[in-house]
């Protein structure tokens, strides 16, 4: 188990991890976060914008709610968390959403052991403009309700078990720069419109159901 707790401007990372992995995560309890491995800092400010436990080989159920819900209530100015490249199995932290007031926040829990559905609390994070859930174990279909996203640029939902068909709502992410679907088991008609116009074959590859514009099968009497 990992707790992150509120220190001053910012926080300290501590728990039983450290012993594990000293040379990531500090256990020194001091408000200069410029110090800490893992957290980073603006400058000018002294707040916290990131966490980034990227390939720390975090393994298990580490009960990412709990302390850690306390905790990141309160970093009011983060923009980064990262647990990529981890070996994470519990359920997903559903700590996240409560950063449903955050601006411009980057999400990356890709590479770990979610076996989980994309949780509903997604669509509450107004504020995101990349998330990437890849290379886990997720299962259901993708939620209507990333419509709300509305400043999303970047998602990433490619090599899961993902399945259905992609919602139609999606096509009024105006902000999408970026979408990976590919290697799951989605089925039916791409949606067409605004961004998915431009979006290229290799982001829906390894869907073997999939079909419409860009992809070689299309949707029958629809051109797309």
């Known amino acids: ?66 302390k850690v819900l306390q905790s990141l209530i309160n970093c009011t100015y983060l923009e980064v968390v990262d647990l990529g490249n981890n070996e994470l199995s519990d359920t997903f932290p559903k700590w996240l959403g409560d950063l449903h007031d955050l601006k411009k926040i980057v999400i990356n829990l890709s590479r770990n052991r979610f076996e989980v559905h994309i949780p509903s609390i997604i669509g509450d994070l107004i504020g995101i403009r990349t998330l990437n859930l890849s290379h886990n174990r997720l299962e259901g279909h993708i939620l209507a309700s990333l419509r709300y996203l509305t400043v999303l640029e970047s998602l990433d939902l490619s090599s899961s078990k993902i399945s259905g068909e992609i919602p139609q709502q999606l096509a009024s992410l105006k902000s999408l720069e970026v979408l990976n679907l590919s290697h799951n088991h989605l089925v039916g008609c791409i949606p067409k419109g605004k961004q998915f116009d431009t979006i290229e074959n290799s982001s829906y590859q390894g869907n073997y159901g999939l079909r419409g514009s860009p992809l070689s099968k299309d949707c029958g009497g629809d051109d797309g």
């Open 1 to 66: 188990m990992f707790t992150i707790s509120h220190y001053a401007y910012c926080f300290d990372i501590t728990g039983t991890l450290i012993h594990s992995y000293p040379e990531t995560l500090s256990s020194k309890k001091s408000a200069d976060c410029f110090s800490w491995d893992g957290v980073y800092c603006d400058y000018t400010t002294g707040q916290e914008i990131e966490i980034n436990l990227n390939c720390n080989r975090l393994q298990g159920k580490n009960e990412l709610d709990g």
